[in-house]
């Protein structure tokens, strides 16, 4: 009889349980977007007869009913605790903590990856200039290269991938910066690089393209507690960042012009350092194409016209040559040259920035004049290996 009455409130515990969890499902709060993951969070899908009988729906709510999971963000930090601590896995997510810090396993390095990423530099290089164009290459190494010897997880062989970069890539001078890094100086709950910890590293990439170097630098406070992209994705405690930038008389003195959505603004977007993402307080994060003018606030919106996204090849031309007649520098990018693009400007009156993640390079000459510039591929091995993004 005992046993029959222990069973009985077994089942009925597990029964209010799942009732629970059932109508907070369909009745609780809906979020929309993840802060944790950085992501958009899936909907409810919309239903109909041909989304049914082809599958789509199912896998669609599929989607819904794992975002909107009740109590979704504490079972992720549980689960992620469990696999690491009680069953012993060595990351999670592709991500894994080693001395406070958080980092993605990148490997194994993938050759034709690096082949697709020069076809393009060579297309832009094809087109777009000539032997009065210095150009220069340089590989940022993801934060796994630092920390993997220790740690024991898998890497990439980054000097081979520097060595392959360099062979492939033989129209640009090779610029190795990879001595000058280390684990310190990325954050620990983020990909990217500190930017008060790449001064050596600007001012090396400056001195081989023959440009001066401006090192009267101070360093600001943004947040004390920053959590980046890693934090969320791994869902591991981990203590936050502080985030940090510099200023200087060249980086007060100039303007920001994004092309994209055809407005002038500043280096440093403090609106975006408290959004979801505060990295994109550095020149507001990805932007296909931005113009960074010196001491000429202003001039660069009389480029614009209503044409389309972006202006034409005349106003873009006569906004340009007018905005800054001095040395110019075109950096092709990731994100990681938001941060170190600002530490440039002591060497160069004008620094446009594409990222052809974003933009097609066969449109580039529309907008970009490439006439006696220099131009810098700056990549780190995070986009190199997945150069797929590429266009």
């Known amino acids: 009889m005992r046993t029959e009455r222990k069973d009985q409130v077994v089942c009925i515990g597990a029964a209010a349980i799942l009732a629970v ?7 609780g709060p809906k979020a929309e977007y993840s802060y944790s993951e950085r992501r958009m969070l899936a ?9 049914v009988l082809s ?39 592709g991500l894994y903590v080693w001395d406070g810090s958080c980092a993605a396993v990148e490997y194994p390095l993938a050759e034709e990856k690096l082949d697709w990423a020069v076809e393009r530099f060579q297309l832009i290089r094809e087109r777009y200039l000539n032997d009065q164009n210095r150009v220069f290459l340089s590989v940022v190494p993801d ?3 630092f920390l993997a010897a220790e740690s024991g997880h898998l890497a990439l062989d980054y000097p081979a991938l520097e060595q392959m970069m360099a062979k492939k890539a033989a129209f640009a001078q090779y610029i190795s910066i990879s001595d000058l890094l280390a684990k310190e100086d990325y954050y620990k709950t983020d990909p990217h690089w500190r930017q008060e910890c790449i001064t050596d590293v600007a001012e090396r990439l400056a001195s081989r393209m023959g ?26 405690p981990m203590e936050p960042d502080s985030l940090r930038y510099v200023t200087g008389p060249a980086i007060e003195e100039c303007r920001v012009y994004d092309w994209q959505e055809q407005k002038e603004g500043e280096v440093y977007d403090r609106k975006l350092g408290t959004g979801r993402d505060p990295y994109e307080f550095f020149l507001s994060g990805s932007r296909p194409l931005l113009t960074i003018t010196k001491g ?8 614009v016209t209503g044409e389309a996204a972006m202006p034409g090849a005349a106003e873009r031309s006569a906004g340009q040559k007018g905005a800054a007649q001095g040395k110019r520098l075109v950096l092709f990018r990731d994100s990681f040259g938001s941060s170190i693009a600002p530490l440039l400007l002591g060497g160069y009156d004008q620094i446009t ?20 510039c220099d131009v810098l591929f700056l990549y780190s091995t995070l986009v190199l290996n ?3 993004t590429l266009k």
């Not at 909907?43 to 989304?51: E, G, H, T, Y």
């Open 296 to 303: 000429q606030a202003g001039q660069t919106e009389t480029a």
């Open 353 to 372: 920035l594409v990222d052809i993640r974003y933009i097609h390079p066969e449109v580039l000459g529309r907008f970009v004049d490439f006439t006696d």
């Open 43 to 51: 909907k409810l899908p919309i239903f109909s007869s041909s989304a």
């Open 55 to 93: 599958g789509r729906w199912m896998r669609a709510f599929e989607d819904y009913t794992v975002d909107q999971f009740p109590f979704r963000e504490p079972l992720r930090r549980v689960k992620a605790w469990t696999a690491i601590h009680l069953f012993g896995r060595r990351e999670y997510n």
């Open 211 to 236: 440009a001066s170097f401006e090192d009267e630098y101070q360093v600001h406070v943004l947040t004390e507690n920053f959590y980046g992209a890693y934090y969320g994705q791994a869902a591991l």
């Open 21 to 27: 969890f059932f109508l907070l499902s369909v009745f």
């Open 143 to 145: 934060k796994n290269c």
């Open 386 to 388: 997945h150069s797929e």
